[in-house]
């Protein structure tokens, strides 16, 4: 299992990778200058999903071991087509490769478009199917032409980027919006001291394609931000219909 380098939380390095999956030209990740309703208002819309950089250490094992103790029994079964991909141990800074992944297949899947042909993302997609999160994350670790993809949009960005929670201190993961729920998709959501334990995505709750966006960005607010107040170090880009 190789070490995949870090992408940059930014729509003129996420683009050009998103492109090569599939992504039509019509659709983009744009920037999220904000999490008020004001600057919301400025985000393309549809919007099928935000990527979410920020500072992990003092958010994700907290927010994790809540998951693990009190929240996890709690959680509907994910529908069998949303795309969810278990970041194994030693993947390196595949963060925000897979979040990036979520977002497009996701929003595919969902019906809000269809990904070009020749775009790596089907192939892999269509491996893909049906399999369980960890056997997932096991596939995307072999997969050497994403990987090369991936390593090689990173070495064009400008700043260290994101990587795994142990790595850099920082982590990316996405919310997407599938099948009238807000999903929140982190590759690294398992118990690592366990190595039967499976990740599994966070159901927020119902959700619209008008209320997607705000519904998203309060989660982010109130169970992300809110834990790390004095740090600058968030950023949210979100995936959006665009003019072609």
Sequence with gaps: MGSWLPLE???????????????????????????????????????????????STNISAARRAEFQSSRKEHQPAPPSDLLFI???????????????????????????????????????????????????????????????????TAASGETEGAGTDDAQGQHFIAFVHFQGMLYELDGRNFDHTDPQDTALPVCHGATTPETFLSDAARVIREDFMARDPSSINFNVVALSKVDG
């Design 9 to 55: 939380s930014n729509p003129e390095v996420l683009n050009p990778f998103a492109r090569r999956l599939g992504l039509p030209e019509d659709w983009a990740f744009c920037d999220v200058f904000g999490l008020d309703e004001e600057l919301l208002a400025m985000v393309p819309q549809p919007c099928a999903a935000l990527c979410l950089l920020y500072p």
């Design 86 to 152: 278990q970041q194994h141990d030693g993947f390196g800074n595949a963060c925000g490769t897979i979040a990036c992944m979520h977002a497009v297949a996701n929003a595919s899947r969902a019906g809000m478009f269809e990904l070009s042909d020749g775009g790596v993302l089907q192939g892999f997609l269509d491996g893909a199917g049906g399999l369980d999160p960890k056997t997932c994350g096991s596939k995307l670790a072999g997969a050497t032409e994403l990987q090369e993809l991936s390593d090689a």
